[in-house]
């Protein structure tokens, strides 16, 4: 069995650790745990790993945001990836900071880097684990906000956070879906 892990953000310096890259920053962290390097690769950064007897490949596209489609299309079809084995990690402003939540499809919500992936893979129906980053800002300044670097307080949560986010990632790609979001949706 082969899952195709989809961790959006920004590529560049300027964006390392702010809210729009939580998906980046949780595959990273996934990457370190299981001691496998990224490499520059078609529209991406790849790596791959084995887990419980699945092949987990892992990728951060190069494209930005707003372009993440492209590079999800691309890899799925590469490796031959059925989109309902495919784990899209996305930052989300209607969710709490902190709160998970996995679900089998969904709209875009006026997130960019989904409304490009619905329109190169044919649809909402694809997994995305949906990380919580919350609302805090004023009004007409969420760009601001999801580009914005990670509070203090919200900087020593994220490993934690991170931590469960891997834990339901390996859970969606060993009991499924379903079981998972039962289990760690919150």
């Known amino acids: 069995m082969k899952y195709l892990i989809v961790g959006l953000g920004n590529i560049g310096p300027e964006y390392e650790l702010t809210r729009h890259n939580i998906g980046f920053l949780t595959v990273d962290r996934l ?3 299981e001691s496998v390097s990224w490499k520059s690769d078609r529209l991406a950064f790849k790596t791959e790993f084995k887990f419980k007897g699945r092949n987990i490949h892992m990728i951060k596209p190069t494209t930005y945001m707003n372009l993440s489609g492209k ?3 691309y890899w799925m079809k590469e490796l031959q990836i059925p989109k309902e084995n495919v784990l899209v990690l996305v930052d989300d402003v209607a969710i709490p900071f902190g709160k998970l939540r996995m679900k089998p499809k ?8 989904l409304k490009n992936i619905e329109d190169l893979t044919g649809g909402q129906n ?6 919580g980053i919350g609302d805090d800002y004023p009004k007409g300044r969420q760009v601001d906000y999801v580009l914005g670097k990670f509070t203090q307080d919200e900087f020593a949560e994220l490993p934690l956070i991170m931590d469960r986010a891997i834990e339901m990632i390996l859970a969606f790609c ?3 879906i379903e079981r998972t979001m039962n289990h760690h949706n919150n």
């Open 31 to 33: 990457a370190d745990k």
């Open 71 to 73: 590079a999800m299309n």
């Open 106 to 113: 969904g709209s875009a919500a006026g997130h960019n880097g």
């Open 126 to 131: 694809y997994p995305r684990l949906r990380m």
């Open 174 to 176: 060993t009991i499924g």
